[in-house]
């Protein structure tokens, strides 16, 4: 008896009964939580389908038919998934103009990021298809710019020129410029490949292909304002990045050289 008192008025013994207790809630709540979450997740996800019910049947059902069936107007969009949705709204191709030239074009978007997340929600519940890529997968952390740029130079340069400039196609069509497209429309881009462009699913361009790829276009086309290295010298490339070094450079000789010929002249007068 006089051995466990003793050890119960130990100062560690508040420390591991508390850390015991702690444990022992956190396995309780890991233990209860999940299915109350899960069932939360379930009736938003069921909330945003009806919302996207409702958005689809105003904005959309005219062309692509009232159960997304497709009509002489648009095509059936049973199984495009999420990421097509959210591509083609989310740059503003859709919703498409009634009177349509040789391609649907990229537009203002009509849509909140909310109601285009509804939307896909329901084209989605409609039949399988690409989910929505996560920034995870389209970010910048563990990309390869060099082997972005390879892979963009076999598989899309043929059709976006070299820096994603852009390029026209056959019959008024044309592969857009890639200057200034948020990295999630450039995945699912590659994902879904809309109207003339190949689709690159997985199997042909692994996540980290396209996450490559991405990086590499933020590279050759990405902000202005964020320039490598510091000042960006206007951003003319060698002309003016020469000529930078060559002012600077000769200034710094010419500095010198006067600096010596003072030191040499006091040191004669002296
Ligand atoms: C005026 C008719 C029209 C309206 C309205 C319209 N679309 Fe479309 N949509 C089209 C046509 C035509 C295409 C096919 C373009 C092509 O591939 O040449 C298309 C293509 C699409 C695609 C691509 C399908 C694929 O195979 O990848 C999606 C997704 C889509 N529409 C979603 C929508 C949504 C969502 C709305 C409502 C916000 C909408 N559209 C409104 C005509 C329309
Ligand atoms: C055969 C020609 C072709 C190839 C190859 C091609 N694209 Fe495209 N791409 C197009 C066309 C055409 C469009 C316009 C489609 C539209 O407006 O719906 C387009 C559109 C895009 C867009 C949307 C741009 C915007 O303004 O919203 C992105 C991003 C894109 N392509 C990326 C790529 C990438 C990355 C590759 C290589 C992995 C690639 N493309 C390969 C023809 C091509």
Request: hydrophobic share 40%.
């Amino acid at each position: 008896m006089k051995k466990l008192s003793a050890r119960r008025r130990h100062p560690l013994a508040a420390v591991v009964v508390l850390l015991l207790a702690l444990a022992a809630t956190g396995g309780l709540y890991a233990f209860v939580a999940p299915t109350g979450k899960a069932q939360a997740d379930e009736t938003a996800q069921s909330l945003a389908i009806d919302e996207g019910k409702k958005l689809y049947a105003v904005g959309c059902a005219s062309c692509h038919g009232t159960g997304g069936q497709g009509t002489s107007d648009g095509p059936s969009l049973v199984g495009v998934g999420a990421a097509a949705v959210d591509f083609q709204v989310g740059t503003g191709r859709m919703p498409a103009a009634t009177s349509q030239g040789a391609q649907v074009p990229r537009k203002d978007v009509v849509y909140t990021q909310a109601e285009i997340d509804q939307l896909a929600a329901y084209i989605a519940s409609l039949g399988a298809g690409p989910n929505i890529p996560t920034e995870a997968e389209y970010g910048p952390e563990g990309a390869d710019i060099a082997k972005g740029g390879d892979l963009f130079r076999t598989n899309c340069a043929q059709c976006h020129n070299f820096t994603g400039k852009g390029g026209a196609l056959t019959h008024g069509k044309y592969a857009p410029s890639l200057e200034g497209v948020d990295p999630k429309h450039i995945y699912e881009a590659m994902q879904t490949g809309p109207q003339n462009m190949p689709s690159f699913p997985d199997t042909i361009l692994s996540e980290q292909n396209k996450k490559d790829i991405i990086a590499y276009l933020d590279a050759v086309n990405g902000d202005d304002t964020e320039s490598p290295g510091g000042l960006e010298l206007g951003g003319l490339g060698p002309v003016s990045e020469g000529l930078f070094a060559w002012v600077f450079g000769l200034g710094a000789l010419i500095a010198v050289a006067v600096w010596v010929a003072a030191r040499t002249a006091k040191a004669k007068k002296s």
